[in-house]
């Protein structure tokens, strides 16, 4: 093996502005059941399934429907 190594001629990765960031994210058990019951049908790994999604949906724009509910004065 080489003691030093040349990289005078080595290139940038072209992909490295397309590599995936880490992210902690916490999510119910239905979910990550849902998406590795999908992952095993599919034989795409779950954690590929949930990106997919997100990033359809961030894509086309979608939104979440969701509406709050005032909470009642008084009630205990």
């Known amino acids: 093996m080489k003691r030093t190594?040349?990289?005078?001629?080595g290139?940038?990765?072209p992909y490295a502005a397309k590599l995936k960031r880490p992210v902690t994210i916490r999510l119910d058990?239905?979910?990550?059941?849902?998406f590795?019951?999908?992952?095993?049908?599919t034989e795409i790994p779950y954690q590929t399934l949930i990106n997919l999604y997100l990033r359809e949906c961030a894509g086309?724009?979608?939104r979440l429907a969701m509406q709050w509910k005032p909470a009642k004065r008084g009630a205990a």
């Open 11 to 13: 290139q940038r990765n």
């Open 29 to 34: 058990e239905f979910t990550v059941d849902y």
């Open 5 to 9: 190594l040349d990289f005078s001629k």
């Open 36 to 41: 590795k019951a999908l992952a095993l049908d």
């Open 60 to 62: 086309t724009g979608r």
